[in-house]
């Protein structure tokens, strides 16, 4: 090979930087820079494609040429490097850009819920029944006669259901009367001692008025262990009737409920008149054996009580409907 043909691989060499340095330059993004690698100093690319005629050189000429190929590899290179950092680096600022927030901007208001009434009369009671060992527990509102009212001591020809008609579904299943029919599945499944709170949707059909609803809502006590007896009730009630209206007088009057016996309506003496609060008694003998209780070992005691009557009497509301009607007008207010 003539001096001519060395001086055409270096000149072609020069041209390859050239080149690459002009591409390399504009180029959009990182993909385009990989692409340039691989054509300029790739296996297959530019730079291979000139020194593939090194072989045909002198000896003493190698050395030079290999030395500017390396040369234009490492410029090349150097190129490649220094873009891909600018690319990154304005994709980073880009990226900075566009998530940035004006902290100086106005935020978007958005006004504070309210608890429902009747929620947080449930919250507050379920928050005094657990510090007083109470278990919270729940179940379904579709259930059957016999969690219902079979195993509760109402058989069908009982004349109580009458009090506590419900809506019956296609499939002989009801919507629940009430939330008994939790205790009783909770008795079923663990031993005593026992104290359970069920609070819960309830099915009744009443006729609507101001102080009736077919759908309200129910919280139930529950306590079974050996040797409790009406006096263990009788103050686990006036604690709770405490807690919750203050200092009042409370009164027992001897009821009747079929799953209990003895019974008793409790009523609190509420701005200088009596108004009857809850219902409560000793578990009759009957539901403990359903629950597989033996009442000869285990006692307990059970209350019960409409929230939207306690709402009612904590917040002077003088219709039921009131709660159901979703007015903001009203609800504002609690």
Known sequence: MTATQVSDLEAQLSQLQAEAQSAIGQAPDLDAIEQLRVAFLGKKGKISAVLGG????????????????????DAVQDLLDRRRA??????????????????????????????HPLASTIDRVVDICVGLGYTVADGPEMETDYYNFEALNTPADHPARDMADTFYLPDGNLLRTHTSAVQLRYMEEREPP?????????????????????????????????GLTFTDMKGTIETLLGEIFGEVEVRF???YFPFTEPSAEVDVKWKGRWLEVLGCGMVDPNVMKSAGLDPEVYSGFAAGFGVERFAMVLHQIDDIRRVYASDLRFLRQF
Request: positive net charge; without cysteine.
């Open 86 to 115: 600018d690319l990154q680096a304005a994709a980073i600022r880009a990226r900075l850009d566009a998530e940035t927030l004006d902290v100086t901007a106005p935020g978007t208001y958005r006004p504070l819920g309210r608890k």
């Open 253 to 255: 009057r001897a009821s």
């Open 54 to 73: 090194m072989g045909k050189l002198p000896a003493e000429d190698r050395p030079r040429i290999g030395a500017k190929a390396n040369e234009v590899k």
């Open 194 to 226: 026992i104290r359970v709170v069920a609070p819960g949707r309830v099915y009744r059909r009443d006729t609507v008025d101001a102080t009736h609803a077919a759908v309200f809502h129910q919280i139930e006590l529950l306590a079974i262990d050996e």
